[in-house]
Nanobody, 122 residues
Framework: QVQLVESGGGSVQAGGSLRLSCTAS?????MGWFRQAPGKEREGVAR????????AFADSVKGRFTLSQDNAKNTVYLQMNSLKPEDTAMYYC??????????????????WGQGTQVTVSS
């Protein structure tokens, strides 16, 4: 089974930046980032189709977050800039290992990372 290993995260002041990384142990069709704050549902933040590089972002992060990938390393990077306190959450990397469609819905993904905390202070 493909496994996902996340790194990055931490604490930063509002306006700061963080970069999250997610490395897959094998091929994945797409990779996404999700976040979940206490008492809230898990929401899709961004996703990338690994072959085409096509990306999609939630409206709440457009213009602030970017995705990039290193195919040789099976790694996707989520660069988070201009962070806001409302970005505080546990961030999860997820992947879909097959198929032809990949949205920002958690239901589209069949592999999940362990999560990494992002805390933005005002």
């Amino acid at each position: 089974q493909v496994q996902l290993v996340e790194s990055g995260g931490g604490s930063v002041q509002a306006g700061g930046s963080l970069r999250l990384s997610c490395t897959a142990s094998g091929y994945v069709y797409c990779m996404g980032w999700f976040r979940q704050a206490p008492g809230k549902e898990r929401e899709g933040v961004a996703r990338i189709l690994t072959r085409s590089g096509n990306t999609a972002f939630a409206d709440s992060v457009k213009g602030r977050f970017t995705l990039s990938q290193d195919n040789a390393k099976n790694t996707v990077y989520l660069q988070m800039n201009s962070l806001k306190p409302e970005d505080t959450a546990m961030y999860y990397c997820a992947a879909r290992t097959y198929g032809s469609y990949c949205s920002l819905s958690p239901a589209d993904y069949n592999r999940w990372g362990q999560g990494t905390q992002v805390t933005v202070s005002s």
